[in-house]
């Protein structure tokens, strides 16, 4: 049984700093990192980090955001220069290989007011 438990969402100004975290329980994971829904939308890549610390973000967060991960399953990331459309519900996503598998955490909410 896998969890994953994200916390640091909330609401800032537009031009301010969040950071967000996620801790996954069980093994070591090939694979973390974060997705994004905003209302309408479908969800999408914000940003991934590998085992070997291979960092993969989308264009429309290079340069303000950054991706992070420590040695016991927890990711981070950073928000900076946060602007209205980064607003959306933020997903922490853990990948394994041995057994393939990925697994999703609940979401917490960021609002970045205009």
């Known amino acids: 049984q896998v969890q994953l438990v994200e916390s640091g969402g909330g609401l800032v100004q537009a031009g301010g700093s969040l950071r967000l975290s996620c801790t996954a329980s069980g093994t070591i994971f090939g694979l973390m990192g974060w997705y994004r829904q905003a209302p309408g939308k479908q969800r999408e890549l914000v940003a991934t980090i590998s085992s070997v610390g291979t960092t993969n973000y989308a264009d429309s967060v290079k340069g303000r955001f950054t991706i992070s991960r420590d040695t016991e399953n927890t990711v981070f990331l950073q928000m900076n220069s946060l602007k209205p459309e980064d607003t959306a519900v933020y997903y922490c996503?853990?990948?394994?290989?041995?057994?393939?598998?990925?697994?999703w955490g609940q979401g917490t909410q960021v609002t970045i007011s205009s």
């Open positions: 996503l853990a990948v394994r290989a041995l057994p393939p598998n990925s697994y």
